[in-house]
């Protein structure tokens, strides 16, 4: 009997250790920004990006997902070109990239103080896998001025594609704009 008490309270201790391991790996938000209306024609709503509305509050977050080798993530389209509706030049690089090239930005967390700068992730969906260069953030921490272009902090789960990387995936154009995936760090 006693072997048996022992035997249920450390299967007990290790499902609450399980549980509790779990919880600190969750992310959870760090903030609100309260919205502003941008002044006329300084939000570019190219690849339809959200605009922030004066009032509305958005969720920030200083992290993202824990990574693994399966990480789940929805992507979004960007343009990385001068003038798109990414703003300015890349963080990693200061430069503007191509909608051709395979690149990416990716939420705060992911993006990991910089250490992701011009490394290189697999992006797997609709079928399909890719390698895109990480570029620029995706930032989760701020918006809705115009450094961000008047959009919104990004939900921490972000992987901000260039059109060759919906391409590569064999996405039909008309479902270009949102899609779950898959990512991973490259060897």
Request: charged share 25%.
């Amino acid at each position: 009997m006693k072997k048996q008490v022992c035997s249920s309270v450390f299967l007990f201790l290790c499902i609450a250790f399980l549980f509790l391991s779990a919880e600190a790996q969750t992310c959870r938000p760090s903030g609100k920004i309260r919205g502003k209306t941008p002044p006329p024609g300084q939000c570019n709503q190219e690849n339809d990006s959200d605009c922030c509305k004066n009032g509305e509050w958005y969720t920030t977050y200083i992290c993202s997902p824990p990574v693994s080798t399966h990480t789940k993530a929805t992507l979004t389209l960007n343009s990385f070109q001068k003038g798109g509706d990414g703003g300015g030049p890349s963080e990693c690089d200061n430069q503007y990239h191509s909608d051709d090239d395979p690149v990416v930005a990716l939420s705060t967390g992911w993006f990991n103080r910089r250490k992701r700068c011009l490394k290189y992730i697999n992006v797997y969906g609709n079928g399909k896998s890719v390698r895109a260069k990480v570029v620029d953030e995706c930032d989760s921490t701020m918006g809705c001025d115009s450094d961000h272009d008047y959009q919104p902090p990004c939900p921490n789960n972000i992987v901000d594609a260039s059109r060759a990387v919906w391409k590569a995936l064999g996405v039909p154009e008309s479902d270009w704009g949102e899609m779950d995936i898959y990512w991973s760090d490259t060897d």
